[in-house]
Structure formats: C-alpha cells, structure tokens
C-alpha cells in the first residue's frame, strides 16, 4: 500500500540538468523524512540529500552541495531533486526513500524504497 516511485532519470550531457520525482502514495507525506541515495556499479550506496519532516531542514553531500536541490510539495505528495550542473561521477541509479521521521534532522535508517531511476551523465 505504502508505494514510492522515482521518475526523470535519463542521459544528459556533462553541464546539462535534470529534475527527478518520487511520487508517493498509500500515505502523506507530511509525518516522514525523506532521502535521495545513489549507487553506481560496484560502488557502495551513499546519501545525496534530505529532508527532515517537521522543519523541512534540507541536508546535501559535500559532492553535491550547490548542484542538487531537493523540494518537498505535500500537497502533490511528492518529493523532487533538481540536478544542476551535472558531472560524469553523478552517474548511477538514483533513490528515494522514506521514514517515519516527525523531527528535525534526517534519520540513519529509512524503511521505505523506491525503485530506482537511472541517470547517466556522459559526452
């Protein structure tokens, strides 16, 4: 019932820009903090962005800080991550991911997965 579905990958030059989604449904958003992740082949899983649910409070990886952004709008029950300024190490499968989470920060643990969209920034 709890579902999340990320869309928006594809491939893009180096420089270029995408918007990706995670649409959730099954619940509101409203209550859960909510994660971007990516992994690339034989790469461990890292965290990209979050955002707590309480304050909205946003955090992002240093490789990424300044590039990405990510925006919440609960009355679409959706979480977005705009990608500017793309980079070949961008490139990977892209994850949202979701907690129940009412506080500032952004938890460790996240119960809830997306199933992956691609983005593979290349020449």
Do not use: H
């Amino acid at each position: 019932q709890l579902q999340l579905v990320e869309s928006g990958g594809g491939l893009v030059q180096p420089g270029g820009s995408l918007r990706l989604s995670c649409a959730a449904s099954g619940f509101t958003l409203d209550y859960y903090a909510v994660g971007w992740f990516r992994q690339a082949p034989g790469k461990e899983r890292e965290g990209v962005s979050c955002m707590s649910s309480r304050d909205s409070t946003t955090y992002y990886a240093d490789s990424v800080k300044g590039r990405f952004i990510i925006a919440r709008d609960n009355a679409k029950n959706t979480v977005y991550l705009q990608m500017n300024s793309l980079k070949p190490e961008d490139t990977a499968v892209y994850y949202c991911a979701v907690t129940l989470w009412y506080d500032s920060g952004c938890p460790s643990v996240y119960d809830y997965w997306g199933q992956g969209t691609q983005v593979t920034v290349s020449s």
